[in-house]
Nanobody, 122 residues
Framework: VQLVESGGGLVQAGGSLRLSCAASGFTFDDYAIGWFRQAPGKEREGVSCISRQDGPTYYPDSVKGRFTISSDNAKNTVYLQMNSLKSEDTAVYYC????????????????WGQGTQVTVSS
């Protein structure tokens, strides 16, 4: 089982990034894929999730209207388009897989990627 994130980097405030999460080794359609982030000294936070059962879900109000999650089932890849980035979005972003339905609780997730750093300069 493997989840590989890519697309992180350094961007100025107001800019955009698109993160990718490529999944392999499990039946993609049977899992929800979530995006989490963790800033230094802070707890891991659920950002967004997508599943065939629930469609897209966004957790913190701070990302609603700015982040968009999407899935390409043919490529077993989930994307997180992040627009109007703010300094408070700076964190390591992880994708993770949980069977069937989305949840914001990171303890429920079965598989995790290695993370990709997003740094937003103000």
């Amino acid at each position: 089982v493997q989840l590989v994130e890519s697309g992180g980097g350094l961007v100025q405030a107001g800019g955009s990034l698109r993160l990718s999460c490529a999944a392999s080794g499990f039946t993609f359609d049977d899992y929800a894929i979530g995006w989490f982030r963790q800033a230094p000294g802070k707890e891991r936070e659920g950002v967004s999730c997508i599943s065939r059962q629930d469609g897209p879900t966004y957790y913190p109000d701070s990302v609603k209207g700015r982040f968009t999650i999407s899935s390409d089932n043919a490529k077993n890849t989930v994307y997180l388009q992040m627009n109007s980035l703010k300094s408070e979005d700076t964190a390591v972003y992880y994708c993770a897989a949980v069977r069937n339905a989305c949840t914001s609780g990171y303890g429920w997730y079965d598989y995790w990627g290695q993370g990709t750093q997003v740094t937003v300069s103000s």
